[in-house]
Structures are given as C-alpha cells and as structure tokens.
C-alpha cells in the first residue's frame, strides 16, 4: 500500500509501491488519509487517485491497482489499512519523516521509507541486516527472509558488538535465531560484524549500506521514547533522513507483526 500525499515525490512512492506488489506478488492499492471529513474533498481526491491508476495500468497491465481513502490522520487509519484491507506493508516518501513515524509506532505493519527511484534503488537484492540485543530482530530478520525469498535478495546478517556480557549473549542468541531461519530456508546470506555497539549499530549499518551498494536497510523503529529523544529527534528519523536513496524498512516493536504468507 503507497501512502499519497500528491507531493512531488509522491511518484517516488508509487515507483516502489510497484516494485513491492511485483515482488511479493500483490495488489498495488494507493492510499489517502482525510483528516478532514468534507465530502467535496473526498471526491476530489477519489478523482485524482483514478486518474493516477488509469495513467499505471496503460504502462502495468498484468498488476492489480485499487485505491483507498479513509476518514482520519495516517495514525488512526494504520490498524485499518493491516485489520480491514490486508495491508502488508505501508510505503511513505521520507519527506516530513518525523510527522509519520506517530503512525509507525502504532503500526503492525512495517513502514518503508524511500527517496527517489534510481534504477539502483528499486532492485531490493542486497539487504543489510543489523542485529542487536532487543528480541525484536527475529521480527527484523522474517522480514529479510521475505526479501530473499522472493526477491533472492541477498542478506547481510549485522551484528553489533557488546561489551556487556549480558547483551552481548543476547546477540548472539539473536544470531543463531537468524542463521537457522535463513539455513532452514536455504537463503543466502553472510554474517560481518559491526564495529559499534547496539545505539551506534543503525548509524554503523547506513555507513555499510552507502559503502557496499546495499539497497535495503531493515531497522526496528524505537520502543522506549524519552524526553531527550522528542528534543533531538528519534535514530529512526535521523537513519531515514541520512539514507539518501536508500530504501529504510522500520518495523515497530511494540506491536505483534503481520506475517507475510505465500
């Protein structure tokens, strides 16, 4: 599902909204919130999302193309777009970053921030996959395996680097977690340590990311929000603005994950 602003970049989205109903073989549905309940608005945008579909299927005949609006903001329609209409996965330009991720945090659905559609950015091959001590990396990891599975992506497995001794033996129970899934499913992947710690770790994996051509970073958004980070914006966001045309999969800990099935 492609998150429509009608921005500039709104045709950035729906590029990669492409890409993700090609790959996991589904329905491709443009979504508008209507924070406002006017009904001159409503078909306004009905309008402009029709003509936006009859414009895709000339270019996409073989993919199935729908739209939505739903009454509300991005965070009360979240629950409906995953509960209602089988939504897998939101796609959001990273534009306005820090007023979407109320929405993720609240989300069950993963959230995928883009920022352009370079030829290098859509093949979703090679993904970088931080781990650190928190247990939602098996979540992080299902995610990985979606892309290897039916993208043969290939995954990069991450680790952070602890000296406690308690963290650093839940990485590596993360990591065992992650070796048997990718083994049992007879996916690629290599294991290459970080050389940071778990709060350096999502800063550590973009580095990796722009240096080896990596064209998707999985990260788990924040569970735990503190004062200094609404004061000086959450990693998440920070990730996300630094990504450039790095496509940034985020996924909420907070809530149980929607399963991708065949």
């Known amino acids: 599902m492609v998150h429509c602003d009608f921005s500039e970049s709104t045709n950035n989205a729906i590029a990669h909204g492409v890409r993700m ?21 409503k078909l306004a945008v009905q309008k402009t999302l029709s003509e936006i579909i009859h414009q895709l299927k000339k270019d996409l005949p073989d993919i199935p193309i729908s739209s939505l609006t ?59 996959l931080p781990v650190d001590f928190r247990k939602v990396m098996k979540d992080t990891s299902l995610w990985a395996s979606y892309f290897a599975r039916f993208n043969q992506a290939d995954v990069t497995v991450f680790p ?8 650093a033996i839940m990485i590596r129970k ?22 940071k710690g778990s709060f350096g770790l999502p800063f550590d994996a973009l580095q990796r990311c722009h240096d080896e051509k990596h064209d998707l970073l999985i990260v788990p958004s924040s569970k735990n929000i503190s004062l200094i980070d609404l004061i000086i914006g959450l990693p ?24 991708l099935c065949d």
């Open 21 to 41: 109903a090609t790959i996991f073989r589904k329905e491709l549905c443009l979504f508008h919130p209507l924070p406002k309940k006017g009904k001159a608005e």
């Open 70 to 128: 739903l009454k509300g903001d991005l965070t009360s329609c979240i629950d409906r777009i995953a509960e209602q209409y089988d939504g897998i996965m939101l796609v959001l330009t990273s534009e306005n970053v820090k007023a979407k991720l109320p929405a993720l945090q609240v989300s069950q659905i993963p959230f995928l921030f883009v920022n352009g559609y370079q030829p290098e950015s859509l093949g979703y091959k090679s993904v970088l």
């Open 160 to 167: 952070a680097v602890e000296k406690n001794k308690d963290q």
């Open 174 to 195: 993360n990591v065992k977690f992650i070796k048997h899934l990718l083994t049992s499913l007879k996916l690629n992947f290599q294991i290459s340590n970080s050389r």
């Open 236 to 259: 998440e966001a920070k990730i996300i603005k630094k990504a450039s045309h790095l496509p940034v999969l985020c996924i909420n800990p907070k809530r149980d994950m929607y399963i």
